[in-house]
């Protein structure tokens, strides 16, 4: 899957806190279900709370979003089109969608520890801190 805004195996601790850490209403990210295999979570914040929407992959490759009791199903051909949609004010979720959280790269990551590491290991202190 290729969009930016895609995290794949992301925990619900871990997307709330990349969804709440800039106190921003409509900051959304994908991420896969934990409950439910093969289903989508779309993960939206809201005065300081993370509301999820699952996302059902239908027949022929077109996706729906679950909805409240008495909202019409509406079906996508594409992600992209349902994120399309959603980003517009009043169209069924909490908040409009206004700001992708994007993925970092694995690699980038990596490299950003490795550094860190470096650092750590040139350091001439006899003392660390020690994070929780």
């Known amino acids: 899957?290729?969009?930016?805004?895609?995290?794949?195996?992301?925990?619900?601790?871990?997307?709330?806190?990349?969804?709440?850490?800039?106190?921003?209403?409509?900051?959304?990210?994908?991420?896969?279900?934990?409950?439910?295999?093969?289903?989508?979570?779309?993960?939206v914040s809201f005065k300081n709370t993370v509301y999820t929407y699952r996302i059902f992959r239908e027949r022929h490759g077109y996706y729906k979003i679950q909805a409240a009791?008495?909202?019409?199903?509406?079906?996508?051909?594409?992600?992209?089109?349902?994120?399309?949609?959603?980003?517009?004010?009043?169209?069924?979720?909490?908040?409009g969608l206004l700001k992708p959280i994007k993925r970092t790269s694995p690699s980038l990551r990596w490299r950003q520890t490795k550094l860190e590491l470096e650092t750590f290991m040139n350091s001439n202190s006899d003392y660390v801190d020690i994070l929780p």
């Open 1 to 43: 899957m290729d969009l930016p805004y895609y995290h794949g195996p992301l925990t619900k601790k871990d997307c709330e806190t990349l969804l709440l850490k800039e106190g921003v209403d409509g900051n959304f990210l994908l991420r896969d279900s934990e409950s439910i295999p093969g289903v989508l979570c779309l993960c």
């Open 69 to 95: 009791e008495g909202v019409p199903k509406q079906v996508f051909p594409n992600l992209k089109e349902l994120i399309s949609k959603y980003e517009k004010p009043n169209q069924g979720l909490v908040v």
